[in-house]
């Protein structure tokens, strides 16, 4: 579903690499279906991943329209902002981040991994629940191959795909329960992961906290390579927020 206005507004060729604003590359390049969308600001459905894509240089009236698609009070989740939220705008997190890129990992498949779908999804939710890798959504199965490794039947670990930029593909949902810790399957489904990423002739990418030193290091050990640090950003939505253009 596309939430339009009325108004044309275009974007200028961009100068950025398609990771420095992974998002607005996704939605749009291969995710552009998933779409929604006011004047220059898009964003994916709230119950597939929360994350909003804002035009690289974004002003007043693209605030504006982030405002009319979130609602009053509205959380957002924002990331590769060239500059800040409006003051009148509450953050409610900060943090830093690192994007990691393939550099030389070796991937591969794996031979217990199998192939997570819509039917997986509770047993997704009540992973992520317990593990807490990130935002993980009803729908976030959607956006690519979700792999998982099972133990006596039951899921304790996964990996997939989220964000899309063109030649490129995210892996995230990267989870491992208490139980099965320490045995590697982390690293055998982001291999995994990265081999079909490879086999459709595109590149890996990852995002981490960069608090997460322990992740870093593994993912560091399987190949990848810092590419930039950035930041990661909830914000409220004004209770009151006028449209820029009056209406």
């Known amino acids: 579903m596309t939430q339009n206005d009325t108004r044309p507004r275009t974007d200028a060729p961009s100068r950025l690499h398609p990771l420095d604003n992974p998002a607005r590359s996704s939605l749009t390049g291969p995710h552009a279906h998933f779409a929604e969308s006011r004047g220059r600001v898009l964003r994916y459905p709230v119950d597939v991943t929360p994350w ?41 997190f900060r943090g ?6 393939d550099a030389s990992v070796d991937a591969t498949p794996d031979p217990q991994a199998v192939r997570l779908g819509p039917r997986d999804v509770p047993e997704m939710l009540d992973l992520v629940a317990r593990t807490r890798p990130g935002p993980f959504l009803p729908r ?15 899921l304790v670990a996964m990996a997939g795909e989220r964000l899309h930029p063109p030649g490129w593909t995210e892996i995230s949902g990267v989870c491992t329960d208490e139980s099965v810790r320490g045995q590697g399957l982390a690293s055998r489904l982001v291999l995994a992961v990265a081999h079909g990423i490879r086999e ?39 209770a009151v927020f006028p449209s820029a253009h009056g209406t």
């Open 52 to 92: 909003i894509a804002l035009p690289e240089a974004p002003d007043a009236q693209d605030w504006a329209d982030l405002a009319a698609l979130a609602g009053p009070g509205g959380s957002v989740a924002l990331a590769a902002l060239q500059a800040p939220p409006p003051r009148d705008w509450e953050i409610v």
């Open 200 to 238: 459709r002739g595109e590149t890996p990418f990852l995002h981490a906290s960069a608090s997460n030193t322990g992740a870093i290091r593994l993912y560091e050990s399987l190949g990848f390579r810092l590419r930039r640090r950035t930041e990661f950003i909830s914000a409220l939505v004004p």
């Open 140 to 154: 976030t199965v959607e956006l690519g191959t979700y792999l998982g490794i099972r133990r006596g039947g039951v």
């Open 96 to 101: 830093g981040g690192v994007q990691l890129v």
